[in-house]
Every structure is written in C-alpha cells, then in structure tokens.
C-alpha cells in the first residue's frame, strides 16, 4: 500500500516535509546561533577596547622618536625604540634565513622522496606535529641550554634566531607540505610523461604551483616569532640597549623585551612609550598578515 503523501501527487510532500522540519526544536538552534553571535561579539568588544586604549595612552608618543632615538631611563621623553626595532628586524632576518630552507627543503623530500611506509618518515611526521603544538618557553629552554650555554654563542642575536628558528620550523614544514600536496598528481604525472625527471618536475612544476602556499604559510610562522618574548627573556635578551645590532654575534634586544622593560617600570610616561611600542609591533604584525593574505589571493591556485 502506498504512501498517502505520495499517492496524492509530489505536490503534497511540500506540506509535509515543512512539517517534519518544523516538529524539531528550532529553538535549541536558535540558542545555539544566539551563543555563538554573544561569544563572538564579546570577544570583538573586549578586543575593540583593548585596542582604543593602547591606541589612546600610545597617542602621545606616536613620533619619529619613538622610530629613530634610542631607549633613556633617565628621560622618557626623549626615548625611543629604534634598537628595538633594529633588533627585531635582525632578529627575524636570521630567522627566515635558517629555518626557511630547511623547512621547505624537508617538506619537499617529505611530500615527493620519502616513503610513508618507513618507520623513520613516519617517526618524523609524528615528531613534526607534535613539536607544532610545544609551548615557545621550552624552545627557550633548549635554547639556553644547547645554543648559548652548550655551543657558546651566549646572549646574541645568532642565539636568538636559532632559537626561534627551532620554534617556527615546524609550522614552516607543515605549511609548506600543505602546499605541495595541493598541486594535482595529474600534473607531475603529465611531467614524467614528457620525460622530465622527478626533480626537473618539482623544481618546474610542483615548487612554481605551491609557491604562494608555502609564503603565505612561512609568512604567518614569521609573525609568530616576532611576537614572542617568553624564550628570548629566557635567553637573556638584554631590555636596555643604546646600540643598533652590526652581526649575528651582536647582543640584541627585540620589541616584546622592550615592551615588557618599559612596563615594568614605575613612571608612567613609560606606559605611554610602552603602548607605542605595542602600537608599532601590531602595524607589523598587520602589514605581514596583510602580505600572506594578498599573496594568497593574487597567486593561488584554484585546480
């Protein structure tokens, strides 16, 4: 015996199918929603205040001083973060330089040589993730102990950037591997097809096409490092530096430090060069944002 929905004609489910939608309960999904757009709006606002304030107390020092002088303790209205901001820059100069080959080099024999079913490469693949997720002061601990202690480098700019180099890695490896395994198969299987050889279609075909992914994706492990100052205090970082970084050995300090300087002080002329410099990270952290974003966008891929 037929359905009586069916027997009177496709015309009479519609009625009936919005009546078994309707026998849910909407409102447990509408509470659901409600959550959701409430969490979202407190976040934007607590974070919108966040951002006028520092915005408001920074307002004052927001000058070619705060880019071009130097820190003083004994005058805070003349003080800058020019060593600072050298320093970062130094800083993170060496950073990409030593962790962005390695990276892109291990994602590519990852994704393109190793075989999946060798324990090894599988022991790496697990250790790759799981050091992803590691917080930045242990980094800061191997640091200490094995980069500046261990092999001698002490409290220098080469010490920094190593460190922080261990810590991005694995973000860069991860992103990059993403990259590559995003170009079609069928284009490295057209490549041998023409006979090229593996490498001749990864250097031509599978790097050119992942390109755009592995910037973006080193570019956003970048912002991380610059952001970070649990291991580079742990390292020593020195918080009062009159002195532009000249090398690799130089000693350093780096935004953050200066940061966490000036707020420790107990003057509040240095809350407003403190809010600056926060100011000015964040235009960084924007600008670079902003870079992956549009590099994203202007040469990705859609297969």
């Known amino acids: 015996m037929g359905s009586p929905v069916l027997d009177k ?8 199918v919005r009546r078994l939608k309707s026998d849910g309960t909407p409102w447990r999904e509408r509470l659901f929603q409600l959550s959701l757009w409430a969490s979202l709006a407190v976040g934007v606002v607590f974070l919108g205040c966040l951002l006028v304030y520092i915005v408001v107390e920074a307002w004052p020092r927001l000058n070619f001083r705060i880019l071009t002088n130097f820190p003083d303790i004994i005058d805070p209205s003349q003080a800058g973060a020019q060593s600072a901001i050298m320093g970062t820059i130094w800083v993170i100069g060496f950073t990409a330089l ?8 291990t994602a590519i024999y990852l994704e ?3 075989d999946p079913e060798r324990w090894w490469n599988r022991a790496v693949e697990i ?3 799981n050091l992803a997720a590691v917080p930045s002061i242990v980094y800061g ?5 094995i980069i500046s202690r261990g092999l001698g480098f002490g409290q220098t700019v080469l010490t920094a950037s190593l460190t922080l180099s261990l810590l991005v890695l694995p973000t ?4 990059a591997r993403e990259a590559i395994r995003a170009v079609p198969q069928s284009i490295r299987e057209a490549s041998l097809a023409l006979g090229a050889t593996q490498w001749q ?3 031509r075909q599978v790097l050119p096409a992942a390109v755009p992914g592995m910037a973006t994706g080193s570019i956003l492990a970048l912002s991380r490092a610059i952001g970070e100052a649990a291991p580079l205090l742990l390292l020593g970082g020195l918080t009062f530096i009159t002195f532009n970084p000249t090398g690799p050995e130089s000693a350093f300090t780096v935004l953050p430090i200066q940061i966490f300087n000036w707020i420790s002080q107990s003057r509040s002329e240095f809350v407003s060069l403190a809010a600056a410099a926060i100011v000015i990270l964040l235009v960084i952290l924007l600008a ?10 202007r040469y990705s891929h859609r297969w």
């Not at 902003?290 to 966008?297: D, E, K, P």
């Open 127 to 129: 250790n790759i993730q």
């Open 9 to 16: 004609g496709p015309e009479a489910g519609v009625p009936e």
């Open 112 to 114: 393109e040589y190793a």
């Open 141 to 145: 601990i191997l640091g200490l102990g």
């Open 201 to 203: 279609t990864i250097w």
């Open 172 to 175: 860069v490896i991860i992103a």
């Open 288 to 297: 670079m944002n902003s870079l992956a974003i549009w590099l994203r966008n």
């Open 98 to 105: 030593y962790c962005l080959p390695v990276g892109f080099l």
